[in-house]
């Protein structure tokens, strides 16, 4: 992985911090990329801590501006992408039958519009490099559901889609 540049959605926390250190540890540059400044800045910390590589970019990647943005920047700073990992996710859990549109908005707009606006926007530039890779996490909830969960599983279920597209 030396030399080459990833972008990390979700990288915050969880699955996409873990991610964001392996990458890191095997010589990538990690674009930190996620709402929350202070979390993506102490992910950073520990990356460079440990001889790595990293920058933090909060972005809402819900907002196709940001989200330009955020490549753009990666663009500038590092001059190419080559890899992508799509792993910024929200729940907002509850019954379908009491489930607002705002929740369920929330969590289609994080999950998979969100994805959907990365890949645009990344896809274009590995066109031009004519390599890359993206990744695109979604869940087992995308492919057999679960109660409670109709936002998130439909979200999920499209990141499927739109991966397999």
Aim: glycine share 12%; proline share 1%.
């Amino acid at each position: 992985m030396t030399g080459k540049i990833a972008i990390v959605t979700g990288a915050g926390q969880g699955l996409g911090r873990a991610i964001a250190l392996v990458l890191a540890e095997e010589g990538a540059t990690v674009a930190a990329v996620g709402r929350t400044a202070a979390k993506l800045d102490k992910v950073v910390e520990e990356i460079r801590g440990q001889g790595g590589s990293a920058v933090a970019i909060p972005r809402d990647l819900t907002e196709e501006e940001q989200v330009q943005s955020m490549v753009d920047e990666v663009m500038d700073r590092f001059g190419r992408i080559d890899i992508l990992v799509n792993n910024a996710g929200i729940t907002r859990d509850g019954l379908l039958m009491k489930m607002s549109e705002e929740d369920f908005d929330a969590v289609i707009n994080t999950n998979l519009k969100g994805c959907f606006h990365c890949m645009r926007f990344v896809s274009r530039q590995m066109l031009k490099q004519r390599s890359g890779r993206i990744i695109n996490l979604s869940s087992v909830s995308g492919v057999a559901g679960n109660a409670g969960q109709a936002n998130y599983a439909a979200s999920k279920a499209g990141v499927i889609g739109l991966t397999k597209t």
